[in-house]
């Protein structure tokens, strides 16, 4: 079985260029997750969907960061515009809801991007 | 406040000995537990997790790991370890019966393998 899916894997563009980062999710799973991993501040939740619907987006640290879902197979996360410190490997992750609550089920995570801003 | 503690950073242990990781959780009620293991240019991959029942809980690549609720540990073990066992490990919990978004990973253990 295919798994979750990233692109690019890599990513180095300039500041206040627009950066836009793709997810294809395993197929029949219904929650995305989008995370962001640094040194820093090790690994943080962005946001995550549910049947394609933004559900929590209380990690997406400003505005400059938007995240879509238009249909099951398919999402991106999207800087406009970038910053140095938004450098940091990209992750999605998806799992599905089986029986009573979704929050025991494991998160399927992709490769991840690593993008640098210059 | 709800917290995930793995308190060694990084831990070297020789090919072929026995490994033991630690997590604390700092929770109301007993969460859900994850260890997850992240190979270098990896997505993070589940090894096991823990729900209820059995304490001691088997996972893939030869883990286990067992919760000790007097403790709030749920530590990971490996009775021998390979060189492909080298890389980094998330434990991970999320409040019972609360949304995924919860989940609460660990800042991370990194695993060095001697020859």
């Known amino acids: 079985d295919a798994g979750v899916i990233q692109s690019p894997r890599h990513e180095v563009t300039e500041m206040g260029q627009e950066v836009t980062l793709r997810c294809k999710p395993i197929?029949?799973?219904?929650?995305l997750f989008w995370y962001r991993q640094t040194m820093m501040r090790g690994l943080e939740l962005l946001i995550y969907f549910n049947n394609n619907v933004p559900i929590d987006d209380s990690g997406m640290p400003e505005d400059r960061f938007s995240a879509k879902m238009p249909n099951a197979s398919f999402s991106t996360l999207k800087i406009q515009p970038s910053e140095p410190r938004d450098s940091a490997v990209y992750f999605c992750a998806s799992s599905s809801a089986q029986g009573v609550t979704e929050s025991n089920q494991p998160q399927h995570f992709g490769d991840g991007t690593r993008l640098s801003i210059l | 406040a709800q917290s995930v503690t793995q308190p060694d950073i990084h831990i070297t242990v020789s090919e072929g000995a026995s490994l033991e990781l630690r997590c604390n959780y700092s929770?109301?009620?007993?969460?859900?537990l994850f260890w997850y293991v992240q190979s270098p240019g990896q997505g993070l991959q589940l090894l096991l997790k823990y729900f209820s029942g059995d304490t001691l809980v088997q996972g893939i690549k030869g883990f286990e790991a067992e919760f000790k609720r007097s403790q709030s540990s749920f530590n990971l073990r490996k009775p021998s370890v390979h060189w492909s066992d080298a890389a980094e490990y998330f434990c991970?919990?999320?409040?019972?019966?609360?949304?995924?978004?919860?989940?609460?990973f660990g800042s991370g253990t990194r695993l060095s393998i001697r020859p």
């Open positions: 991970a919990v999320v409040p019972i019966y609360s949304s995924a978004s919860k989940i609460i």
């Open positions: 929770y109301g009620a007993t969460p859900y």
């Open positions: 197929s029949g799973h219904d929650y």
